[in-house]
Structures are given as C-alpha cells and as structure tokens.
C-alpha cells in the first residue's frame, strides 16, 4: 500500500513510521522543506521525502498542514479527485466520558472539503482521556482511532489502514447509526 503525507507534526510523523514499519511505502513532503525530516527518515528504507507533486500520487493522502497555508498549499496540488484524503483533527474524549465531544466540523475539515469537493475527505480523530476517566496504557491510547467521512470506498480504505498498522478503526458514523436506532 502506498501513502502519500502533506505536512508534518508528531502525530503524522509516528504514523509515517508506522506505516512504513508495516510495509507500506510512504511519500512524504513537508511544505517548509524536507530538510527538517531527513535526519529522522533516514534510517527508514519505506519513507521517501518527495516534493508535493510525488507526495500525491498514492490514492490514501494524509494531510496535516496548518490552517493558515491550507488554501495555498491545495491550490498548488494536481487535480485530487477521487483521492482519499485523511485529515486528522484534535482529539476527541472517550466516548464514555461526560466530556465527550467531537470536532467533526473543525474549520479546517471544513475548508479542506470545500478546497477538494471531489476528493473523498476522511477525518480522524484520536482519544484524549479527561481527569474523570480512567488510566490507560500508551499501547490502549494509541490502539483506537476513530474516523468519519461520506465516502463508503474512502472509509473501509481507511479501516484497512488502520487495520495493517494493528489500529483498531472506529466509524463514527455507524455508531451514531446504532445510537439513532
């Protein structure tokens, strides 16, 4: 499976290393240079560092860039459609917490939709416990991803990402589903 990466941060960059520790080849563009990457890829024979053209070639995109150049950086991208595009957005609390809330409409997931109205968007989002809930594990906290999206192709794509990473996937849009029943 190929991965293509627009941006960087700590999160994304474990989930690059991830993906290539799991086989995946990964093709990776930092908008502010490659050159800040290179030390911590360079060990990693699945991680290529690309420019933006190469970085989206696969058909799963994560992009992670910040608010304020995402209009810039999209408008300099080929056409995008039919690419997957996975958009982490800010944590969410678990599910079992009074506190639980989901971003889903972040600006930012929202301007991504309507910069690439035919690219299939999935959002991601990871768990953050709250004081009230109880302590987990590093391996508990990082094994749950959830994700939503209107694409059926684009989100079972994601499932099987999450999946080959020993991910568990969570489609927040068959648990509302479940909950409405």
Same mark, same amino acid.
């Given at each position: 499976?190929?991965?293509?990466?627009?941006?960087?941060?700590?999160?994304?960059?474990?989930?690059?290393?991830?993906?290539?520790?799991?086989?995946?080849?990964?093709?990776?563009?930092?908008?502010?240079?490659?050159?800040?990457?290179?030390?911590?890829?360079?060990?990693?024979?699945?991680?290529?560092?690309?420019?933006?053209?190469?970085?989206?070639?696969?058909?799963? !995109?994560? *992009? /992670?860039?910040?608010?304020?150049?995402?209009? +810039?950086?999209? &408008? =300099? @991208?080929?056409?995008?459609?039919?690419?997957?595009?996975?958009?982490?957005?800010?944590?969410?609390?678990?599910?079992?917490?009074?506190?639980?809330?989901?971003?889903?409409?972040?600006?930012?997931?929202?301007?991504?939709?309507?910069?690439?109205?035919?690219?299939?968007?999935?959002?991601?989002?990871?768990?953050?416990?709250?004081?009230?809930?109880?302590?987990?594990?590093?391996?508990?906290?990082?094994?749950? !991803?959830? *994700? /939503?999206?209107?694409?059926?192709?684009?989100? +079972?794509?994601? &499932? =099987? @990402?999450?999946?080959?990473?020993?991910?568990?996937?969570?489609?927040?849009?068959?648990?509302?589903?479940?909950?409405?029943?």
């Amino acid at each position: 499976m190929n991965i293509g990466i627009i941006g960087t941060g700590n999160n994304v960059l474990n989930f690059a290393i991830d993906a290539a520790n799991s086989g995946c080849k990964v093709y990776m563009n930092n908008p502010y240079g490659n050159h800040q990457l290179k030390e911590v890829v360079s060990t990693k024979k699945n991680i290529k560092l690309v420019g933006p053209l190469e970085a989206v070639v696969p058909e799963i !995109i994560i *992009f /992670s860039v910040p608010y304020d150049n995402l209009e +810039n950086i999209i &408008k =300099s @991208l080929p056409d995008m459609t039919g690419k997957i595009i996975l958009k982490p957005n800010n944590p969410i609390f678990y599910a079992s917490s009074p506190y639980a809330q989901i971003f889903e409409n972040s600006a930012a997931a929202k301007k991504t939709a309507l910069l690439l109205p035919k690219a299939h968007l999935v959002n991601l989002y990871c768990e953050m416990p709250t004081i009230t809930d109880v302590p987990i594990t590093n391996h508990e906290l990082k094994s749950r !991803i959830f *994700f /939503s999206g209107d694409n059926y192709h684009a989100k +079972n794509k994601t &499932k =099987s @990402l999450l999946k080959k990473l020993n991910l568990s996937g969570i489609d927040l849009n068959e648990k509302a589903n479940l909950v409405h029943l």
